[in-house]
């Protein structure tokens, strides 16, 4: 009996008795396409844990697989946490959201002095980031960074308008070690990692970590290890975070809870920010809010020295999907996006009748200049100043795995004021994308969105 049953199961296994995992097939199948060597993936619903799986290497040279204990490095989903310990601070009165930041930073130019917290909360200060000022490569105390930072002038005045920051939340780090006394990421790990039960903590390379997954990149082609950054560059608090897919679902847990964010705190932080003349940003304190189909979400995605993350919170439908990757390339929002639809599939959007074939030219026209990494025409001024050269060959060469546009379906129309917003699923030989364009009352693009289907 014992040698049947050895014999008699794989039988039945090869005769196609245990279906593929959709889920299984779609992850490896993005991972084969990207060249990812891992990733974790974390799904929490109705308030349990019901996924929790690792996929390929986190680490190519010595064949070490990923497993639920496996550690990622954040990107900026580490944000969040950033500006949950500001929101702690501000609770115990050690701070205000409406509070100038040159209160809390010595030296601050004349220039920040109408820059509140609350602006480098909902990167609406006008702070842009330093590029090649910054050798990623030296180590700067806190004060040499702030000068850095203080040495740009402002891209636009407070509250005008959103433009991502990263230099906002370093010098919303350098203000909570301040306010705090301590080193932000030491608060973090006392007022939230430690009572949660998460592993969470800022990256040190020279620390013993176990189970710490290695960062790579793909070159032509070919998978390299992550470059090497300073000690200040891994410490900031735009992101600078070790965790696991598991950490973050305590979190997302944690987020339904009284503590350790009050329910007024987490109504403030998931609030889209209200710029002057009016109008609102999907964004609040750390968090992406901008729903999908209809839906409400709370997200974040993040990338950095070789790693991708996101987490996406459906807060009404009880569903949250996390996917930690160790590639720069790993295309995380889409595996998260996918697998949020196999347990909602109502997140799917459906196409609607195309009305505005101008409008559909218009964006193969924009998608034809992101590709070559050039700016398309009648770009309003506002855009220009987002879609720079620097961003646009960003954009270019995420581009270049798409493959050939083969179709563009419509999705939305709407019109708010004097702006028209377009919204497409763009359809590529190797990915879909789902593209959003806002015209203003002038006929200029006054924004663009790629996101991934």
């Keep these: 009996m014992r040698l049947f049953s050895l014999i008699f199961v794989p039988l039945f296994l090869g005769a196609g008795w245990v279906q593929a995992d959709p889920i299984d097939e779609l992850v490896q199948a993005e991972m084969k396409r990207t060249n990812t060597p891992g990733i974790s993936l974390a799904v929490v619903r109705d308030g349990r844990v019901v996924r929790e799986q690792g996929y390929g290497l986190a680490n190519v040279e010595h064949g070490v697989p990923v497993t639920a204990a496996t550690v990622f490095q954040s990107g900026s989903i580490g944000k969040q ?31 920040w002095k109408n820059i509140t917290v609350r602006h480098l909360l909902t990167h609406t200060s006008g702070v842009g980031d330093p590029g090649k000022k910054v050798d990623l490569r030296k180590d700067y105390t806190d004060a040499q960074m702030i000068a850095i930072a203080a040495s740009m002038p402002l891209r636009f005045q407070p509250g005008e308008r959103w433009e991502y920051s990263n230099t906002g939340y370093h010098l919303l780090g350098y203000i909570c070690n301040r306010v705090g006394g301590k080193f932000y990421g030491d608060q973090l790990r006392e007022r939230i990692f430690g009572p949660l039960g998460m592993g969470a903590r800022v990256i040190s390379e020279r620390d013993i970590v176990p189970h710490r997954a290695a960062g790579y990149e793909v070159e032509n082609g070919e998978l390299k290890n992550q470059a090497w950054v300073s000690p200040t560059m891994n410490t900031t608090a735009d992101g600078s975070l070790y965790l696991t897919a598991h950490d973050l679902a305590l979190w997302d847990l944690a987020l339904y809870q009284d503590a350790p964010l009050n329910a007024r ?4 932080s998931w609030t889209p920010v209200t710029l002057k003349g009016g109008a609102t940003h999907p964004y609040g304190f750390g968090w992406d809010l901008a729903p999908l189909n209809g839906h409400r979400r709370i997200a974040h995605n993040g990338s950095w020295q070789g790693f991708r993350s996101v987490i996406s919170r459906f807060v009404d439908d009880r569903l949250s999907v996390i996917v930690l990757a160790n590639s720069s390339s790993a295309p995380v929002e889409k595996i ?98 789902t593209m959003r364009f806002v015209i203003n009352k002038a006929d200029e693009i006054e924004g663009v969105e790629l996101l991934p289907e």
């Design 265 to 268: 705190v987490k109504e403030s």
């Design 81 to 111: 946490f950033t500006a949950a310990l500001v929101m702690l601070l501000v609770e115990e009165g050690k701070l205000k959201l409406d509070d100038p930041i040159s209160r809390h930073l010595p030296k601050s130019p004349k220039a």
């Design 336 to 433: 998260g996006n996918a697998v949020a639809r196999h347990y909602l599939p109502a997140l799917v959007q459906q196409p609607i009748s195309d009305t505005e074939p101008e409008a559909t030219a218009r964006a193969r026209d924009i998608l034809a200049h992101f590709e070559r990494g050039v700016q398309p025409p009648r770009l309003s001024p506002r855009a220009r100043g987002v879609l720079t050269p620097e961003f646009m060959g960003w954009v270019a060469k995420d581009m270049q795995g798409f493959g050939k546009l083969v179709g563009l379906e419509p999705l939305e129309r709407k019109t708010r004021g004097e702006l028209r917003l377009y919204v497409y699923r763009t359809r590529f030989d190797n990915d879909t994308v």
